[in-house]
């Protein structure tokens, strides 16, 4: 998953499978939450879902609250086809 910060800032988001259930049900979508206790962590791989070189890995000891920061912006941020292309190395 990704998640979004009051900035617009965005990081990629993992956990265990064991506890994507109770994740997931925390994370309703369109609402803010705040996320306490995850492990920081280097991105690997060719391709990342977010430009950060760091994710975040959400533990069993997570704890999730609500929060009083509204804002209705998608935060959704696309690449252009061509560049995309051109850096993938599709067009020459």
Not at 12 to 38: D, L
Not at 61 to 84: A, C, I, P, Q
Request: hydrophobic letters at 35%; glycine letters at 8%; proline letters at 2%.
């Amino acid at each position: 998953m990704v998640l979004a910060d009051e900035a617009g800032g965005k990081i990629h988001a993992s956990c265990n499978k064991a506890h994507m259930f109770r994740t997931q049900r925390n994370f309703p979508i369109g609402e803010w939450r705040v996320v306490e206790n995850f492990k920081v962590s280097k991105a690997g791989g060719k391709y990342r879902p977010t430009e950060l070189y760091y994710k975040i890995s959400i533990t069993s000891e997570k704890v999730f609250t609500g929060s009083d920061y509204r804002n209705d912006r998608s935060f959704l941020s696309l690449t252009n086809f061509d560049e995309l292309s051109k850096w993938l190395g599709f067009l020459n």
